[in-house]
């Protein structure tokens, strides 16, 4: 069975601050995993996904990702964050069944 | 590619109604996904379809929700009566399941207010 656990259900961060949103997965087979990002009234869109090809994955809006099979992570960062970066964020893994097992969400806030 | 397409993208109705809500993939995708979306759950898996084919509704609340995939390229999800607790956000995904990794691609969503 797979699971996913976000750390931290709201993040503050200043502008231009890094951004470090954290995700820990249990799973049975090699996992597949991903990021999405929900802006306010949207739906979720893919930001980043990892498929044990590389460990760093990059995604759009300058997010990455590095895969820690010891920690069984994959924390999102961003280097530098916008105003504009203020949104959801949820953590998804998925085994070979096709189903998306999600957590329950990081809400980030960037202040100016 | 026009992305998933959910209708409507708003709907209220009163207590009892029926309430359909629709659901086209993108094109050449073969999973279909239903997800309710709430401030007190968060996002719920409701029901998925491979190649057509309801595969797991454990997620469906109730017998009042039912949900359809006539074919490759549409799905509806209904809601028959609504009562004020269905008020959510709905989504429908879909993916690809062959030979992928399994991303899923969400459509804009369905805002169901039941008064």
Redesign the interface.
């Known amino acids: 069975a797979q699971s996913v656990t976000q750390l931290g259900s709201h993040v503050s961060v200043s502008e231009g601050a890094l951004v470090l949103l954290r995700c820990n997965y249990s799973s049975s087979v090699p996992p ?1 995993l ?1 990021w ?1 990002v929900q802006y306010p009234n ?5 930001l980043l ?1 990892y ?1 044990s090809a590389a460990t760093l994955v990059k995604g759009i809006n300058d997010f990455e990702a590095e895969f820690k099979k010891s920690e069984t992570s994959l924390h999102l960062t961003k280097p530098s964050a916008h105003m504009s970066d203020a949104a959801e964020y ?1 953590c998804a893994v ?1 085994g070979n069944t ?3 097992i ?1 957590g ?2 990081t809400t980030l806030q960037v202040k100016p | 590619d026009a992305g998933v397409i959910q209708s409507p993208r708003h709907e209220v109705t009163e207590m009892g109604q029926e309430v359909t809500l629709r659901c086209k993939p993108i094109s050449g995708h073969n999973s279909l996904f239903w997800y309710r979306q709430t401030m007190m759950r968060g996002l719920e898996l409701l029901i998925y379809f491979n190649n057509n084919v309801p595969i797991d509704d454990s997620g469906m609340p109730e017998d009042r929700f039912s949900a359809k995939m006539p074919n490759a390229s549409f799905s509806t999800l209904k809601i028959q009566p609504s009562e004020p607790r269905d008020s959510a956000v709905y989504f429908c995904a879909s993916s690809l399941t062959r030979g992928s990794s399994y991303e899923q691609y969400f459509g804009p969503g369905t805002r169901l207010t039941v008064t």
């Open positions: 597949y991903f999405y949207q739906g979720l869109q893919l996904k498929t949820f998925s096709g189903k998306l999600f329950q969400g």
